[in-house]
T-cell receptor, first 111, second 113 residues
Framework: QKEVEQDPGPLSVPEGAIVSLNCTYSNSAFQYFMWYRQYSRKGPELLMY????GNKEDGRFTAQVDKSSKYISLFIRDSQPSDSATYLC???????????FGKGTKLSVIP | GAGVSQSPSNKVTEKGKDVELRCDPISGHTALYWYRQSLGQGLEFLIYFQGNSAPDKSGLPSDRFSAERTGGSVSTLTIQRTQQEDSAVYLCASSLRGRTEAFFGQGTRLTVV
């Protein structure tokens, strides 16, 4: 079992839809959770960072962590064509600097 | 600089040649990482530098790969005797000391022909 599992998609939604992106992880030591957005032929861009369980909101983006089920989510409200990208989840343990990434979900928002 | 800078952005090399990839981290960031992203794969950790401490080289896939960081700033990843399976995007990231959030550069797309 991979340490972080992420459905690669592709996921296609109409503009304005609510998007739900998800990852599961197996290592209960993971404490830090991140979402990165990666446009084609660009480097990953840090979108959201959360510590332990709970929700964090930033504009149209909400990150959610449920450590009891080892499940992390990113919600995008009022999705825009500019949100079309690959979204990568990443985790790390306390005192660890090494990030473990999911393989990414490719999202297309259709105008 | 404003962000992590990597050069070159693209590199095509012949099998068996050596290549050097450069990374200039965000000013003030003491931690520097190299990751590799292959087609259809997630990001794979290669090496980590923190200040003047000995680097964590546990992710380097073979002894053909090496990296150094001079003066606690710029880093160079060297791949000797390149093979076709080395073709990938090599990403550099940096972070503040003690912080997990890593900020990535645009990457170097390496193609070995």
């Amino acid at each position: 079992q991979k340490e972080v599992e992420q459905d690669p998609g592709p996921l296609s939604v109409p503009e304005g839809a609510i998007v739900s992106l998800n990852c599961t992880y197996s290592n209960s030591a993971f404490q830090y959770f991140m979402w990165y957005r990666q446009y084609s032929r660009k480097g990953p861009e840090l979108l959201m960072y959360t510590y332990s369980s709970g929700n964090k909101e930033d504009g149209r983006f909400t990150a959610q962590v449920d450590k009891s089920s080892k499940y992390i989510s990113l919600f995008i409200r009022d999705s825009q064509p500019s949100d079309s990208a690959t979204y990568l989840c990443a985790t790390s343990g306390a005192g660890s600097y090494q990030l473990t990434f999911g393989k990414g979900t490719k999202l297309s928002v259709i105008p | 600089g404003a962000g992590v800078s990597q050069s070159p952005s693209n590199k095509v090399t012949e099998k068996g040649k050596d290549v050097e990839l450069r990374c200039d981290p965000i000013s003030g960031h003491t931690a520097l990482y190299w990751y590799r992203q292959s087609l259809g794969q997630g990001l794979e950790f290669l090496i980590y530098f923190q200040g003047n401490s000995a680097p964590d080289k546990s992710g380097l896939p073979s002894d053909r790969f090496s990296a150094e960081r001079t003066g606690g700033s710029v880093s160079t990843l060297t791949i000797q005797r390149t093979q076709q399976e080395d073709s990938a995007v090599y990403l550099c990231a940096s972070s503040l000391r003690g912080r997990t959030e890593a900020f990535f550069g645009q990457g170097t797309r390496l193609t070995v022909v």
